[in-house]
């Protein structure tokens, strides 16, 4: 499967983004779409986790109750809603599937998209 993020851009803190991540060449509905990000300097984090389905989510304690992934399976897209954006956001935003869902922060999933960048002024 091949994924495609996209709609990062400049934002003042306190603002919000919507990321998008089309995927191509595979089942869509069978794969769990996960969100991670990588700051300069840093390494990749996770970021936010759905199943297949869309019933189950997970949160990286870092973006819990301001972010959002949700799934739309007909347009084969995952999103990313980000509300009260803080400086520390500032990073590549990649999204990533998998056929198994899993809630481990560091679980290696199998396909990657290219990033999209996400920088919050203050």
């Known amino acids: 499967v091949q994924l495609q993020a996209s709609g990062g851009g400049l934002v003042q803190a306190g603002g919000s983004l919507r990321l998008s991540c089309a995927a191509s060449g595979g089942t869509f509905s069978t794969y769990s779409l996960a969100w991670f990000r990588q700051a300069p300097g840093e390494e990749r984090e996770f970021v936010a986790v759905?199943?297949?389905?869309?019933?189950?989510?997970h949160y990286a304690d870092s973006v819990k109750g301001r972010f959002t992934i949700s799934r739309d399976n007909a347009k084969n897209t995952v999103y990313l809603q980000m509300n009260s954006l803080k400086p520390e956001d500032t990073a590549v935003y990649y999204c990533a599937a998998d056929l198994y869902y899993s809630e481990d922060s560091n679980y290696a999933m199998d396909y990657w998209g290219k990033g999209t960048l996400v920088t919050v002024s203050s």
């Open positions: 759905i199943s297949w389905s869309g019933s189950s989510t």
